[in-house]
């Protein structure tokens, strides 16, 4: 059975300060690997995927994540964080040859950009 | 591309009244999409699997007779909560996914439902 590990209850970071996430994941195989955000009282917002190919992935609104299948982790990062981007977010894990798009959600992150 | 959306995306009912949910895909054809909820600051708990013209799958501890779960088409799945109770106020969303080339689910708004 897969399953998804986000360390971090929160994050806090200064605004203009590196931002990273941490999720780990235990899935038999290469998996599929995603990270959302959610805002207070709204559904979750795709940011980017881990497929295949270059392990350094590059998603929207300045995020990236880089695969790393020794460590089995797929941190996100975000070299420059805005308070903007306080939120809570999820990665989530999907084994390769799963056909029903069923994902395993992480515990989710909160992060906090303070001004 | 790969909108979602929810309605009503907020809703009040007393108890034991029925609330159905609809969860649309506006731009795109959906096989399989998914009904989870989320309790504050929590993740998501997924309830049921839904595919077009067929049962849904429920989850374990998932009352099928109290969360109806029909997907009429390819761009609509709707949620029943059936005979409601304030413990089943909570925020549900639903996903999509199938869309050709893409292997992410897309999630619509979310639906508060509070239970009086």
């Known amino acids: 059975a897969q399953s998804v590990a986000q360390p971090e209850d929160q994050v806090n970071v200064a605004e203009g300060n590196p931002l990273t996430v941490k999720c780990t994941y235990s899935?038999?195989?290469?998996?599929?690997l995603f990270w959302y955000v959610q805002y207070p009282n709204r559904g979750l917002q795709f940011l980017l995927k881990?497929?295949?190919?270059?392990?350094l992935v590059k998603g929207s609104y300045g995020f990236e994540a880089e695969f790393n299948k020794s460590q089995t982790s797929f941190h996100l990062k975000k070299p420059s964080a805005l308070v903007s981007d306080s939120a809570l977010y999820f990665c989530?894990?999907?084994?390769?040859?799963?056909?029903?798009?069923?994902?395993?959600f992480g515990a989710g992150t909160t992060v906090t950009v303070r001004a | 591309g790969a909108v979602v959306s929810q309605h009503p995306s907020r809703v009040i009912c007393k108890s034991g009244t029925s609330v159905k949910i609809e969860c649309r895909s506006l731009?795109?054809?959906?096989?399989?999409m998914f009904w989870y909820r989320q309790f504050p600051k929590q993740s998501l708990m997924l309830m049921a699997t839904?595919?077009?013209?067929?049962?849904?799958?429920?989850e374990q501890g998932v009352e099928k007779d109290k969360f109806l779960i029909n997907h009429a088409s390819l761009t609509l799945s709707t949620l029943t909560v059936t005979s409601a109770h304030p413990e089943d106020s909570s925020f549900y969303i639903c996903?999509?996914?199938?869309?050709?080339?893409?292997?992410?689910?897309?999630f619509g708004p979310g639906t508060r439902l509070t239970v009086l």
């Open positions: 996903s999509a996914a199938g869309t050709s080339g893409r292997a992410e689910q897309f």
């Open positions: 899935v038999s195989g290469n998996p599929y």
């Open positions: 881990y497929i295949t190919g270059d392990n």
């Open positions: 989530a894990v999907r084994p390769p040859h799963n056909n029903d798009y069923k994902l395993s």
């Open positions: 731009d795109f054809q959906a096989t399989t």
């Open positions: 839904s595919n077009e013209g067929s049962k849904a799958t429920y």
